[in-house]
């Protein structure tokens, strides 16, 4: 098991709603990235964060956002959640700024938009 | 922006077989080719990588290739056992950003 963690496990929201997501990196990396992975299909990358820095944006739309932290903690904001955002979202821990790219992931939190 | 192509989208084998995965990638300065495995239920898990300097890659018996002229690469398992079984996805990465671009998911089921 990596050392990424992710919270809450399961979430219920209904439309219109907001919600936060929570991830801790493994220690020593610096490099969070969020996916989204609907039912199904393969993990699409939201965005990434280097050293409190959003380093890269997927086709997302602006109400998805984030931030992360001195730790290198980080979270994920969506706003006006719509039906389509059901989908398990997935942290990835990395170490930035060399060339190692592995990514290890976190057990993932999956959302229901009711 | 890169796009990852997998094939085969599933795949039944028999314990002890041989199974191949392909992904072929668009963006020709991809540079790191990584692998994950995921359990009905989990998170995906790195199984192996490669980096576009190196043609070929193994770890007991798993094994990857790339063939970076042609644009594809490939995971070969052999002598499979039923915990094998799982969903596959490949990915490839361009520059420094970490930004992983996935393929669609193998599905592998190792029969008895």
């Known amino acids: 098991e990596t050392g990424v963690t992710q919270s809450p496990t399961h979430l219920i929201k209904t439309r219109g709603q907001q919600v936060t997501l929570r991830c801790s990196s493994q220690s020593g990396h610096n490099t969070v990235s969020w996916y989204q992975q609907a039912l199904g299909q393969g993990p699409q990358f939201i965005f990434q964060y280097y050293r409190e820095e959003e380093n890269g944006r997927g086709n997302f739309p602006p109400r998805f956002s984030g931030l992360q932290f001195p730790n290198y903690s980080s979270e994920l904001n969506v706003n006006a959640l719509e039906l389509d955002d059901s989908a398990l979202y997935l942290c990835a821990s990395s170490l930035g700024g060399t060339t190692h790219n592995e990514q290890f992931f976190g057990p993932g939190t999956r959302l229901t938009v009711l | 922006g890169e796009n990852v192509e997998q094939h085969p989208s599933t795949l039944s084998v028999q314990e002890g077989d041989s199974a191949v995965i392909k992904c072929t990638y668009s963006d020709s300065a991809s540079n790191y080719f990584p692998w994950y495995k995921q359990e009905l239920g989990k998170r995906p898990q790195l199984i192996i990588d490669?980096?576009?300097?190196?043609g070929e890659k193994k770890d007991q018996r798993i094994a990857v290739t790339l063939n970076k002229t042609a644009k594809h690469f490939s995971l070969h398992i052999t002598e499979t056992q039923p915990e094998d079984s799982a969903v596959y996805f490949c990915a490839a990465n361009t520059g420094t950003a970490s930004k992983l671009t996935f393929g669609t998911g193998t599905r592998l089921q190792v029969t008895l």
């Open positions: 490669i980096r576009s300097n190196v």
